[in-house]
């Protein structure tokens, strides 16, 4: 087993700004009234002594609150397996405050801050709307109590020593990661479509192992992830979660190295504000080779990953120069909201399609285009189609974006001329004036320009190929003067 490292790059980390603002009292000024008290315990791993651990809290809250007879039991806000670097991971502790808000809590009692949140600004975020909501809090272990509190500035110091301790922790356990990475015995929970654990041993599981083999094979021979995946559906084959397979989930399968027996670890991290990141250098990465038996041979795997790539620098999809074709990104189905994909023909296909969760039928790129020139046509020759722009470059004032795209579409338009097809000049017009189209069937589009107007067009290819067979051009408005009725054109606000 050989371990490979690719460097980091590590940004430093800033310490946090400490802030000092007045608290004041919260309690209610009834004495009479029975208090209504909740706890929020949690802890930050499923093991089993933290399992009895978090019981345990559970049971000393609830005495406590019960032989109170001042008090009434509110609630016992519990959090299991769950790491306190951020109250969005932490569904208890949000389950609580929206009680609060409610009005149902108007004591809180928990074991410590770092029990509570071990991020100063999520800290005092927390005890603030606390505080302004009049709900009342004790923090056990540093003897906090909002009653004799008179400033944050003891819980501030409290909360930036709790964020030093968990961020030493996570150092720590992050070292620990790292060198079971370099070992190559980090432990895999999860291996993927086409293995399964068995007592800690990664094995083949020969039925999905057939699957994608299939896949490496087809690719070699020249299929697209977009036929494969297709293919795979109709044969209701179930993808890894048992949906259905999209183009996505066969490039992944055919990028990753784990069907060649390697393994590479940290393929995401966790930044200093405890967000999700896909690891693009920022940190130590460790491919780790033979780690498991194979599914594919290292060659078929190198092959196939030279075969994905050339297949995107065919269609434009390399760097940042991901947009090759000018409908590439722009089309939109208008039933399910999702995008429309370039395959053969050429001619555009709905991604939910696949997956036959929408039923719009195969686009051309012929008529998508045909449609623009013709919008092109009207606005550049039809005063009444042309009368938005000018209204609009009068209200909008001259710095603007706005005014910069309709002055850009205005100058294009007052020395283009008609147009009987599509040209290059056209290609680039849509590239550069057009956002979005929404498409609602095979002939009827609507266009969405940067600068605010949405043209609608509709046409059928019967109309059209008459009208090529007569001699003329269906996108000539001086010859065909919106016979369908169905063009319009929405100024900008």
């Not at 410590?112 to 991020?119: C, D, E, G, Y």
């Not at 819980?155 to 620990?176: K, P, Y």
């Amino acid at each position: 087993m050989k371990s490979k490292l690719i460097p980091e790059k590590n940004p430093p980390v800033l310490p946090p700004d400490i802030q000092v603002l007045k608290i004041g009292h919260t309690l209610p000024p009834d004495p009479l009234k029975q208090l209504r008290v909740a706890a929020y315990c949690r802890v930050s791993t499923d093991m089993d002594i933290q399992k009895s651990s978090l019981e345990g809290q559970r049971r000393y809250y609830t005495g406590q609150i019960q032989a109170n007879p001042d008090w009434s039991l509110a609630g016992i806000y519990c959090e299991q397996g769950v790491s306190a670097t951020g109250k969005e991971k932490q569904p208890e502790l949000e389950r609580l405050l929206a009680d609060c808000r409610d009005g149902r809590i108007d004591l809180v009692l928990t074991k410590s801050i770092s029990r509570l949140a071990r991020n100063v600004e999520e800290c005092l975020t927390i005890i603030r709307e606390l505080v302004s909501l009049g709900v009342a809090f004790r923090i056990e272990k540093e003897h906090i109590d909002s009653e004799s509190m008179q400033t944050e500035l003891l819980l501030t110091i409290l909360a930036a020593f709790a964020e030093a301790e968990s961020r030493s922790i996570s150092a720590n356990v992050r070292w620990g990661i790292q060198k079971q990475f370099r070992d190559g015995t980090y432990p895999i929970s999860r291996p993927p479509f086409g293995y399964r654990m068995d007592h800690g041993t990664v094995v083949i599981v020969r039925e999905q192992a057939a699957i994608i083999q299939r896949i490496f094979m087809q690719t070699l021979s020249g299929s697209g992830t977009n036929t494969i995946a297709a293919q795979l559906n109709d044969e209701k084959i179930p993808s890894a979660l048992g949906g259905f397979w999209r183009k996505g989930s066969i490039l992944s399968t055919l990028r990753n190295p784990f069907y060649c027996g390697d393994i590479l670890f940290q393929k995401t991290y966790t930044d200093e504000h405890f967000h999700q990141r896909k690891n693009k250098g920022e940190k130590n990465q460790y491919l780790i080779e033979d780690h498991h038996a194979p599914i594919i041979p290292r060659e078929v795997f190198r092959l196939a990953g030279e075969m994905v790539r050339q297949h995107g620098k065919d269609l434009g999809n390399t760097g940042t120069n991901r947009n090759r074709y000018a409908l590439s990104g722009k089309l939109i189905c208008a039933h399910c909201r999702s995008k429309l994909a370039r395959t053969g023909g050429p001619k555009y296909r709905c991604s939910k399609r696949a997956e036959h969760l929408c039923s719009l039928p195969d686009i051309y790129e012929e008529d998508v285009t045909n449609s623009f020139t013709t919008a092109m046509n009207k606005l550049s020759f039809l005063e009444s189609e042309l009368s938005p722009l000018e209204d609009a470059l009068s209200l909008i004032p001259h710095r603007t974006q706005q005014y910069k795209d309709i002055d850009a579409l205005k100058n294009y338009l007052a020395g283009r001329g008609i147009r009987h097809i599509y040209t290059k000049e056209d290609e680039s017009a849509l590239a550069a004036f057009v956002s979005d189209i929404t498409i609602y069937s095979r002939c009827r589009f609507e266009f969405r320009l940067k600068c605010g107007l949405i043209l609608e067009e509709a046409s059928t290819a019967r109309k059209e190929q008459a009208g090529k067979r007569h001699g003329r051009s269906i996108s000539d408005p001086r010859r065909e003067r919106r016979q369908d009725g169905t063009h319009s054109i929405r100024v900008p606000h």
